[in-house]
């Protein structure tokens, strides 16, 4: 029997972008990071790669414009949001270049906000450049395992719904025009 071999998708890259909230906030994202390498993905994350001596500015840049890097997942909570739109902190900075690059490139999909918490109106805690994106509810553990499917499929480029091919027009479109469909 002759071996069959699947061609293997291509291997997502992703930098996670967060705000050092609280250590819970930055151990949930600790996790997740483990998560995503447990599927395949490759994970940039400043506790792994940001070392001693390395200008973290720099290095934010270079994660967020590097072709490489085919997403960037910006974890977003309330800190975030509010350091973000104050341009205060690595955040702030960091937002800057985000938003520069959202705005500038085509393909804006590279960005995914991750919705880590939710004000009290109910609305996900969003820095204002992104609140006309889509989003992923990562509010709570069961939200994060309810869309991990879909933040796996959208780093791997395999949604869920696909939009089917289209058919062969009816016989009516493509019949002769000469002669009308119904008397007069």
Known sequence: LKS?????????????SYSWTSPGHQERVRL???RLIQDGVDVVLDIYDLKEGHDK???????????KITHVLIMC???????ADGKKAGVGTESQII???????????????????????????LPVFLRARIWIDFSSP??????????IRALYGKPAHQ???????????IADPARPASPI
């Not at 069961?142 to 933040?151: D, K, Q, S, V």
């Open 4 to 16: 069959r071999t699947q061609k293997q998708p291509h291997l997502p890259k992703v930098f996670i």
């Open 77 to 83: 909570d309330k800190a975030y949001a509010e350091k």
């Open 32 to 34: 997740w990071a483990e």
């Open 99 to 125: 938003s520069r690059e959202v705005y500038e490139k085509v393909e804006q999909s590279k960005f995914i906000p991750i919705a880590c918490e939710f004000s009290d109106q109910g609305e996900p805690c």
């Open 142 to 151: 069961e939200a994060a395992n309810e869309n991990w499917e879909r933040l």
């Open 57 to 67: 500015y720099t290095f934010m840049e270079r994660m967020v414009t590097d072709p």
């Open 163 to 173: 939009k089917p091919q289209a058919g062969k027009p009816p016989a009516y479109i």
